[in-house]
């Protein structure tokens, strides 16, 4: 009987942040580059891109995150950023802004 050989490959951990109806959560990997218990969400409505910030807790704005995860049904409320569905978004950090940028329209 021939065998083929299986090689696996090393998958790099992905950077993503998932929403879903009341929570995002953050892959690993960008949870390891915010250095903070607290992070800062802000949108921008026109272009639907929301950033993600790591800030100290006396910050404006300053949300705890448990683990990978930030409760952020107030935030989706607020901004009309719909999430019935949980779905995972590319993020890319923005040297600029200082922060994850997920594109979510």
Not at 7 to 25: D, F, G, M
Not at 37 to 45: A, E, G, P, T, V
């Amino acid at each position: 009987m021939p065998f083929e050989v299986w090689e696996a490959q090393i998958v790099e951990n992905p950077l993503w942040i998932r929403l879903s109806k009341y929570t995002l959560v953050v892959s690993r990997a960008i949870r390891e580059e915010i250095e903070s218990d607290y992070i800062q969400l802000s949108f921008d409505k026109k272009n639907k891109i929301i950033k993600l910030k790591g800030v100290a807790a006396d910050e404006p704005g300053a949300v705890k995150m448990d683990k990978t995860k930030i409760n952020g049904k107030g935030f989706f409320e607020k901004f009309s950023i719909n999430t019935d569905e949980p779905t995972k978004y590319e993020a890319r950090f923005d040297e600029k802004e200082q922060g994850w940028l997920i594109k979510v329209g």
